[in-house]
């Protein structure tokens, strides 16, 4: 079964930088795209960005357009979102997502295994 799993600091004060990895295991990763959400209670899960299976197509959220930078190391299995100058309204558990093809695209749906989701926090 494909696992991921996030990892990174939780907490970080406004306008400061922090940075999730996302690793992935028990099946293919190079041809696949992959996604970042995030969530807070009471909302459906928002997409932030992803990146194509090569790593050449990135796509943003546009309310992190500018601030997070997805990026992907297919030679380690492992996928990447750097977050700069968060703010608090980046609060929310973040998770990385196996696209189901190489393309990327912001759909819940276009995703077939998920991680279990990472606590950001951005607190003064």
């Known amino acids: 079964q494909v696992q991921l799993q996030e990892s990174g600091p939780g907490l970080v004060k406004p306008s400061q930088t922090l940075s999730l990895t996302c690793t992935v295991s028990?099946?293919?990763?190079?041809?696949?795209?992959l996604g970042w959400f995030r969530q807070v209670p009471g909302k459906e899960r928002e997409f932030v960005a992803s990146?194509?299976?090569?790593?050449?197509?990135?796509v943003y959220a546009e309310v992190v357009q500018g601030r997070f930078t997805v990026s992907k190391d297919n030679a380690k299995n492992e996928g990447y979102l750097r977050m700069d100058r968060l703010q608090p309204e980046d609060t929310g558990v973040y998770f990385c997502a196996r696209g189901r093809m190489a393309v990327v695209n912001p759909q819940v749906e276009d995703y077939d295994y998920w991680g279990q989701g990472t606590q950001v926090t951005v607190d003064s």
């Open positions: 990146i194509d299976s090569s790593g050449l197509i990135l």
């Open positions: 028990g099946g293919t990763f190079s041809t696949h795209a």
